[in-house]
Structure formats: structure tokens, C-alpha cells
């Protein structure tokens, strides 16, 4: 069965680490997507791609990276990681059929940055 | 900024009822969708409708949509402890993108 995968489920790090958070999709969707998770805040778009080469920032951007090489990947990079990066990381991905954009989520990954 | 809002924020019932939730947004949309998170775990869609549709099923939930007034609800009915969780509404415009509101958390008393 097809499936949205994310590694590694738990992560604790230090401030000014780099850190890259790892997604990987066999529905061979086009679309994929980063979030993070905050009480109080729900999901907040990060960074998303439309396709290989395509990354684009959303609506907390700052201080994290973004790269596809292929259909299958998005890695989440934190260059320098900071206190308030600490949360929960979801990656998403969906195939546009018309104007549906039903999203495929990954189990998360909890980044706890000290 | 979130264009969805839901409420209430938390909900407490017994199991056998009707579980309501609400979510407001700000914008022209295409679409609104309601997805559940378990504790823990990652967010998985529930049901959609689109913004030509006003009113939607799909087993024991309930959609509307009333686009002039910007607002949604779902309801789910015969609560069970199962289905204690949070729900978002998340709306698609134009883009390929989903704007997720802050949730409902439903907590379903056995």
C-alpha cells in the first residue's frame, strides 16, 4: 500500500545544530508539504513543492530549508536549530485532481530543540 | 494568519450523542475539508465539499456549507469513544495549498 513516511519520529538536538528531517512518499504525488504543529496554533505551513526542482516558502519559512531531487523526497532542513523549532513536524502530499488537494500525512516527527 | 477558526475549541460528550463542530473562514474558497488527528498521530482526511455543495454524508458525518455566511460544520452522530480526537476544517482556494484552522478537540465519554 502506498504511504507517506517520516524519519526520525523523535529527535532531541542542541541550538546552532543543523538538522534535516527526513519524508518519503510511494503515492507518487506531485505535491508535498511541511508543517509544524504548536498548541494554540494548528498547522502552519513551512515549505512546499509542487514538483522536482519546485520549493516554495509558506508562512513560517524562517530558518528552514527545503529540497526535491525527486517525486518521492522532501527533506526538511533547520540550518541552525533554535528553541522555538521546537514542536511537531508533519509532512503531507497530495496529487491535484481538479480542486480537490486531498492531503496524505505523515505520523510526524516530535523535534525538541534544547 | 489561519483562515479557518473552529468551535468550540474542546467538546465533552457522552458516547450515543451528537458531536457539532463549527469553522468560520475568511476567504473565497474551492474547497473545505474536515480532517481527524488521534492523539499522536498524523491528521487524516475525513470529507470534502466543495464550495458549489451544501450539504454532504458520509457515514456518520454530516457537512455543510454556507459559503455566503463563510462557514462550516460537521457533524457526527451516535458518538462512539473511538472518535475522540481533534478535528480540523481546512480549506483549498486557488492553490494547491490547504489552510488548516486550530482544531476541536472532541472528547467522547463511554
Known amino acids: 500500500d502506498a504511504e507517506i513516511t517520516q524519519s526520525p519520529r523523535h529527535k532531541i538536538t542542541e541550538t546552532g545544530r543543523q538538522v534535516t528531517l527526513a519524508c518519503h512518499q510511494t503515492?507518487?504525488?506531485?505535491?508535498m508539504f511541511w508543517y509544524r504543529q504548536d498548541l494554540g496554533h494548528g498547522l502552519r505551513l513551512i515549505h512546499y513543492?509542487?514538483?522536482?526542482?519546485?520549493?516554495n516558502k509558506g508562512e513560517v519559512s524562517d530558518g528552514y530549508s527545503v529540497s526535491r531531487s525527486n517525486t518521492e523526497d522532501l527533506p526538511l532542513t533547520l540550518e541552525s536549530a533554535a528553541s522555538s523549532q521546537t514542536s511537531v513536524y508533519f509532512c503531507?502530499?497530495?496529487?491535484?485532481?481538479?480542486?480537490?488537494?486531498?492531503?496524505?500525512f505523515g505520523p510526524g516527527t516530535r523535534l525538541t530543540v534544547l | 494568519s489561519q483562515q479557518g477558526e473552529e468551535d468550540p475549541q474542546a467538546l465533552s460528550i457522552q458516547e450515543g450523542e451528537n458531536a457539532t463542530m463549527n469553522c468560520s473562514y475568511k476567504?473565497?474558497?474551492?474547497?473545505l475539508q474536515w480532517y481527524r488527528q488521534n492523539s499522536g498521530r498524523g491528521l487524516v482526511h475525513l470529507i470534502l465539499?466543495?464550495?458549489?455543495?451544501r450539504e454532504k454524508h458520509s457515514g456518520r458525518l454530516r457537512v455543510t456549507l454556507d459559503t455566503s455566511k463563510k462557514s462550516s460544520s460537521l457533524l457526527i452522530t451516535a458518538s462512539r469513544a473511538a472518535d475522540t480526537a481533534s478535528y480540523f476544517c481546512?480549506?483549498?482556494?486557488?492553490?494547491?495549498?490547504?489552510?488548516f484552522g486550530s482544531g476541536t478537540q472532541l472528547t467522547v465519554l463511554p
Open positions: 465539499i466543495r464550495s458549489n455543495e
Open positions: 503515492w507518487n504525488h506531485n505535491n
Open positions: 476567504t473565497s474558497i474551492n474547497n
Open positions: 481546512a480549506t483549498g482556494g486557488s492553490a494547491r495549498q490547504l489552510t
Open positions: 503531507a502530499s497530495s496529487e491535484s485532481r481538479g480542486s480537490t488537494d486531498t492531503q496524505y
Open positions: 513543492s509542487y514538483g522536482v526542482q519546485d520549493t
